[in-house]
């Protein structure tokens, strides 16, 4: 994602004319690792917006294709609108100053660091943005830096719920459960995904692919034992372990645990399924605008820094939360 960046005209011919490009260098350095560590992408269907919101909906199944008799009619098929989700972009901006007397005195540590911090926040900012979304999914909201930020899938229910609604049939489904994370409980997450049905009760074959845990060192531990032994873990007869060599595993540094917890929560998602019927979606409407421009009042130099973007859920089908004390069900 580039950086547009603009130039006042006060900084022409001025004292700061020379320190702009390295600023400006530093700033895209600092970006392009930032972007190039960043878990969003993995987590979210990207894309780009040229709109005030963005509207996201489906249509449910056909039943498919029936045995006629010899010369029989076509049978006649039939399909609906599904739930819709309509996500509004959200404008961010910070700002940082460069005094004259630090270029006077060339102060480069100074110069280094504050717009090193200022790109650290702005994504920092877009990497807590979106885990507390998806890991505060069991609840419809969450409050992130002040605003109320949806947290609901496309059926307006939260993200992990024990009663996924349909839009054609009473029927109900659930992606949360309590379980604690064993091989066995993976084994059974994996099963209950590929076994979501959409809205016309057709099994869907979700196959889940990648797994997220908080930066917990016991489900850590846990984890890559299960996953990452070609044996099976848990007993001593050295059988095959089926789920070995299958998992992409995502560490997510900003998922807040509660202090009173039981088991530790984590998330299976399947990226294919997630891409095909946007589980998650991230909107970008601008992408981050820098401009550095003299105050006049002051004489320092402001660089200032502008972005729109908004992320949500859709399907909640691409993930299921297991771990959950408060959850109703289990495995």
């Given amino acids: 994602m580039s950086i547009t ?59 498919g294709f029936s045995p006629v008799d010899e010369g029989g009619a076509f049978p006649v098929d039939s399909w609906q609108e599904g739930f819709s989700k309509t996500l509004t972009h959200m404008t961010f901006k910070d700002q940082f100053t460069i005094t004259e007397e630090m270029v006077d005195d060339a ?52 993200l992990f719920n024990s009663a996924h609604k349909s839009i054609t049939k009473s029927d109900t489904q659930s992606n949360l459960f309590s379980d604690a994370f064993s091989a066995e409980t993976l084994a059974k997450l994996e099963t209950a995904m590929q076994n979501f049905t959409d809205d016309n009760g057709n099994i869907l074959g979700v196959t889940p692919d990648t797994i997220i845990i908080p930066n917990e060192a016991t489900i850590k531990k846990s984890v890559f034992s299960v996953i990452g032994a070609d044996k099976d873990p848990s007993t001593s007869n050295n059988g095959f372990n089926y789920l070995y060599g299958r998992w992409t595993v995502i560490i997510d540094p900003y998922w807040i645990l509660d202090s009173d917890r039981t088991n530790t929560p984590f998330i299976l998602m399947s990226k294919t399924y997630n891409e095909d019927s946007i589980g998650g979606i991230w909107f970008d409407r601008k992408p981050l605008q820098v401009e550095a421009d003299k105050d006049p009042n002051t004489w320092n130099m402001v660089w200032r820094g502008r972005a729109r973007f908004s992320a949500g859920f859709n399907d909640w089908r691409a993930f299921a939360m297991a771990g959950y004390d408060d959850a109703d069900d289990t495995l």
């Fill in 5 to 63: 960046f603009s130039k006042g005209s006060g900084l022409n011919n001025s004292v700061y004319g020379a320190s702009y490009e390295p600023i400006k260098m530093m700033i895209e350095k600092k970006a392009e690792a930032f972007e190039n560590k960043s878990i969003i992408p993995h987590i979210f269907c990207m894309d780009r917006s040229e709109n005030f919101a963005e509207k996201i909906t489906s249509v449910t199944s056909m039943d």
């Fill in 107 to 158: 102060k480069t540590i100074d110069l280094k660091r504050k717009p090193a911090a200022f790109v650290q926040g702005y994504y920092r900012m877009r990497e807590q943005f979106g885990s507390a979304l998806l890991t505060n999914g069991t609840s419809s909201s969450v409050t992130f830096r002040g605003k109320k930020l949806d947290t609901t899938a496309a059926d307006g229910l939260s």
